[in-house]
């Protein structure tokens, strides 16, 4: 089992940055791939970001390729979302996943989301 904590989302400007992270606690974490998963209001969970167990991959949404960067510290059982040149369309509750594949369909479990406004 995993327990997955978010943290770091609230109020920016448009062209901000903000950096999400995401602690885990529970057994393997370094074993885990880890995402970012995104939902705005009226809209589906959608896909953002996943990072393989070393870091040697990683995969990006469209809309947020070179803007976002993900990454995750073994060490210290926690993941993070840099976000930069964010723009309106970001507003949405950030919900970080932990599982065994790439792709949403892979996560196993998941945290409560932290909320990410942008102000244009």
């Known amino acids: 089992q995993v327990q997955l904590v978010e943290s770091g989302g609230g109020l920016v400007q448009a062209g901000g940055s903000l950096r999400l992270s995401c602690a885990a606690s529970?057994?393997?974490?370094?074993?885990?791939?880890m995402g970012w998963f995104r939902q705005a209001p009226g809209k589906e969970r959608e896909f953002v970001s996943t990072i393989n167990w070393n870091g040697a991959r990683t995969d990006y949404a469209g809309s947020v390729k070179g803007r976002f960067t993900i990454s995750r510290d073994n060490a210290k059982n926690t993941n993070y979302l840099q976000m930069s040149s964010l723009k309106s369309e970001d507003t949405a509750v950030y919900y970080c996943?932990?599982?065994?594949?790439?792709?949403?369909?892979?996560?196993?479990?998941w945290g409560k989301g932290t909320l990410v406004t942008v102000s244009s």
């Open positions: 996943a932990a599982g065994i594949g790439m792709k949403e369909n892979g996560m196993r479990y």
């Open positions: 529970g057994r393997s974490f370094s074993s885990y791939v």
